[in-house]
C-alpha cells in the first residue's frame, strides 16, 4: 500500500489495511516499550482513521462554497440581525469595554484562571540547542523566566493565585524539568504535564517507523503531534480536574516565546460577563506571518484554515475572499482563552477532532546520505478547537 494519492483518501480496503497495520502497532512490543499508553494510542488512532478518508475531509471542509469572511463589529454587544451573511463578527479590541478598576473586581476574576504555555518546541530554528524556553531574550532572562515573572507579578499585585501551567514535549520535558526548581521561592505554583508522543510513519509503505522504545538514537521515529494535542493530553494528565476542583473557570493559552502575550483584564472581564466559552485573539496577517492559520466561517461556525491542511488551489480562494473582510486575512496569534468546564465536557465526548495538518520530513540523520525514508507526521493547531465551543468571542488585538 503506497501513499502515492491521498487527495480522495485510501480506498475501502487500503484504509482498513491501513488501520489494522497501525492498531496492530500499538499493541505489540515496539509500541509497549514506548510512551504509546492506552490513553496516547486512543488519541493516535483518532487521527489515523480521520487521515485516511481523504484530503478535504481532513481539513474538514467538503464545499468551499459555503466558507464566508468573518465581518467586523465595532459593538460587541451589537444585534446579530443586520449581519445577514455571517453569524459569527470579530469585535476591535478597542470596543470592548473596560475592566473596572476595581480591586475586589480584578482579585475575583484572576483567581479564576490559570495559564498555560506551550513549551513544546525545541529552539533549533532560532539556532539554540534545547527547549526554544530556556533562550536568553534580555538581561539574561529567559523566555521561561520572563514569563514567570508576568504570572508572579499577577499573583503579587492583586493577592491572588494564579498558576502558571507548562505543555512540554519528550523533547523538553527532562530540560524543563532540571530547572523548575529556581522558582520555588517564587509567588506562583508551576505545574507541568507532557504531551502525547505520535509514531512516524512511513509515507511509501504508510507503515509505523518506531522499532522500539524512545532512545537518543531513536527519537526522530516519534515526535509531539503539535500544540492542538494540549486539550487531550491536559484532560488524560488529570491536571484539567485538579483545576476545575480548585475553582478556575479559564485558561489563557499562549506560546511560551509570545511575550507580548499576557493576561488582558479587559478581555477577561468580556469574556466571563458574556459567558464565552471560547476567544481567539487575532491580527492582521503580515508577509512574515509564513505559519499560523486565519479565521473564515465554514457552515455557520468560525473555523481555523492552515494551509497545511488543505489544496492550495482552495487555499488561494481563502486569500481572495479576505478582502471582503474589514480585516483583511485574520492571524490567529495562538491566545486562545477556554472555558474550562466547556473544555472538559466536549473531551470527554470526544467532540474535538481537529484538522489534520500533513508534515512531510527526513529523518536527519539520513539527509546527509541521500538515502531516507520520506516520514509523515499528523500534526493539529490549537486555535483549530474553535469550532467546537459555543458562543465564541474573536477579538482584533
Request: aromatic content about 10%.
Amino acid at each position: 500500500m503506497s501513499y502515492s494519492s491521498m487527495e480522495h483518501g485510501l480506498n475501502a480496503n487500503d484504509r482498513l489495511s491501513y488501520e489494522k497495520e497501525l492498531r496492530s502497532f500499538i499493541r505489540s512490543d515496539r509500541a509497549n516499550a514506548a510512551p504509546m499508553d492506552e490513553k496516547n494510542a486512543r488519541e493516535f488512532l483518532r487521527y489515523v482513521k480521520k487521515f485516511g478518508k481523504g484530503q478535504k475531509q481532513r481539513c474538514g471542509v467538503v464545499n468551499v462554497d459555503k466558507i464566508t469572511p468573518i465581518q467586523g463589529r465595532k459593538d460587541p454587544d451589537a444585534d446579530h440581525e443586520n449581519d445577514k451573511e455571517s453569524k459569527y463578527v470579530c469585535v476591535d479590541y478597542n470596543s470592548i469595554p473596560e475592566c473596572p478598576e476595581d480591586y475586589n473586581l480584578t482579585h475575583e476574576l484572576l483567581n479564576k484562571i490559570a495559564v498555560l504555555k506551550l513549551n513544546g518546541g525545541l529552539g533549533t530554528t532560532m539556532g539554540c540547542r534545547g527547549p526554544k524556553s530556556v533562550i536568553e531574550v534580555r538581561d539574561r532572562l529567559t523566555f521561561l523566566d520572563l514569563s514567570v515573572k508576568q504570572v508572579e507579578f499577577l499573583n503579587t499585585k492583586y493577592g491572588v493565585d494564579v498558576p502558571l501551567i507548562l505543555m512540554n514535549s519528550f523533547n523538553t520535558e527532562s530540560a524543563t524539568e532540571r530547572i523548575l526548581s529556581k522558582y520555588a521561592d517564587h509567588n506562583l505554583k508551576i505545574f507541568t504535564f507532557t504531551q502525547h508522543y505520535f509514531p512516524c510513519i512511513d509515507k511509501q509503505t504508510m507503515s509505523p517507523i518506531p522499532t522500539g522504545p524512545i532512545t537518543k538514537e531513536t527519537e526522530d521515529q516519534w515526535y509531539p503531534p503539535g500544540h492542538g494535542n494540549v486539550y487531550q493530553s491536559l484532560v488524560d494528565s488529570g491536571l484539567l480536574e485538579k483545576l476545575l476542583g480548585q475553582g478556575k473557570e479559564y485558561i489563557f493559552i499562549s506560546n511560551i516565546d509570545n511575550l507580548g502575550a499576557t493576561v488582558d483584564l479587559n478581555i477577561l472581564y468580556e469574556i466571563m460577563c458574556t459567558d464565552k466559552e471560547f476567544c481567539m485573539e487575532v491580527t492582521k496577517r503580515e508577509k512574515q506571518d509564513i505559519a499560523g492559520g486565519c479565521l473564515f466561517e465554514y457552515m455557520g461556525k468560525p473555523k481555523l484554515f492552515e494551509q497545511r491542511s488543505m489544496p492550495q488551489k482552495d487555499w488561494e480562494h481563502l486569500r481572495s475572499l479576505a478582502t471582503a473582510s474589514q480585516f483583511g486575512i485574520m492571524f490567529n496569534t495562538n491566545n486562545l482563552w477556554v472555558n474550562i468546564r466547556s473544555l472538559n465536557r466536549l473531551a470527554l465526548e470526544d467532540k474535538i477532532l481537529l484538522d489534520v495538518l500533513l508534515r512531510e520530513s527526513l529523518r536527519e540523520r539520513e539527509i546527509e546520505r541521500s538515502e531516507g525514508k520520506i516520514l509523515l507526521q499528523f500534526e493539529t493547531a490549537a486555535g483549530g478547537a474553535i469550532e467546537f465551543f459555543d458562543n465564541s468571542f474573536i477579538v482584533y488585538v
